[in-house]
């Protein structure tokens, strides 16, 4: 069972979490505040405080004095608009839940997010892409839930769920599904991801493959609110938690219907995963990325998704 699509503008979105995202003179500009009576602070790489994930590669600089951004203790609460608004599924029932964002009306592009909360926490970035490329996004997320044809540790009505988004897509075509391509540091791609995929192209729907973020052993957001005067202790090997050759590399056969994207080198740096970056906290807890840094990512998931969407036109 589908429930209803829900189309939110942003004057609803903005009430819901007090997320807006804006536009300003072609760059990337985000607002992120948690009470409409606070101060706004935006952050993009535009922003000499708070440039975020650019600040690994960008030519920047930025200050070290400025407080994390999101308040480390608040972080908990720095989640992608689906768990606000009821969009995103619990971990028992299996109906397809499906609500709308971006540009809903006419729009050049329609994507379909779809998976566990590893989906649902790119929901920022490709939110700020979708204000730029003219994107419909229609977003399937469900707690504890991949998008997989088989895992022994999943749940009856996960599964359940899998089969009827299988279903939803073949009936509501999407120009691409975007999803998590792996799983943690796993050596390989699950074979009911593979499954999933070939079933997509059967129906001619191409997938967006996201490398799953690096899990980091440890509560972030804790661990920077604890030592707050050496962030190095909440930073992490990047080879303990990332492999060097990812799953999607291993495969022999890729799908062709699959566009993989890699964003590691936007979360960790070449050695090691740190937990602040360009004074935006990356982890809300283990192994999810705040709603803040997410946003950060944007330009980045752009570009990779533009050159996807370009392969199907």
């Not at 997320?19 to 009576?37: D, I, K, T």
């Amino acid at each position: 069972m589908v429930k209803p699509i829900k189309k939110l503008n942003k004057s609803t979105i903005f009430v819901s979490l007090l997320v807006l995202a804006l536009v300003v003179a072609g760059g990337w500009f985000y607002v992120n505040s948690q009470n409409e009576q606070e101060q706004q602070t935006e952050v993009s790489i535009e922003n000499k405080d708070y440039p975020g994930a650019a600040a690994l590669h960008e030519d920047i600089e930025f200050p070290d004095d400025v407080p994390v951004l999101p308040e480390p203790l608040e972080a908990k609460e720095d989640l992608p608009i689906v768990y606000g608004n009821g969009c995103h599924q619990n971990q028992t029932d299996s109906d397809v839940i499906a609500c709308e964002y971006g540009v809903t009306d006419d729009p050049d592009y329609t994507v379909a997010l779809v998976g566990s909360s590893h989906a649902a926490h790119w929901l920022d970035a490709l939110e700020r892409v979708a204000e730029h490329e003219s994107i419909k996004i229609i977003s399937y997320t469900k707690s504890a839930c991949l998008f997989t044809s088989l895992d022994d540790e999943l749940t009856e009505s996960c599964l359940a769920w899998s089969d009827n988004m299988v279903e939803h897509l073949s009936t509501n075509k999407p120009d691409i599904v975007i999803t998590t391509a792996d799983v943690k540091k796993e050596e390989n791609v699950p074979e009911g991801f593979l499954e999933r995929w070939d079933k997509l192209n059967e129906e001619g729907i191409p997938v967006f493959a996201i490398r799953d973020n690096p899990w980091m052993g440890m509560d972030v957001a804790e661990c920077v609110a604890e030592n707050k005067d050496d962030l190095s202790k909440c930073a992490v090997e990047r080879d303990e938690v990332l492999l060097k050759e990812s799953a999607w590399s291993r495969l022999e056969n890729p799908p062709e219907n699959v566009y993989y994207a890699d964003f590691s080198n936007y979360i960790c740096g070449d050695e090691l995963c740190e937990p602040v970056i360009g004074n935006v906290l990356v982890y809300r807890d283990a192994h999810h990325l705040t709603a803040t840094y997410s946003r950060t990512l944007a330009p980045y998931v752009r570009e990779e998704l533009m050159k996807a969407l370009a392969k199907v036109e």
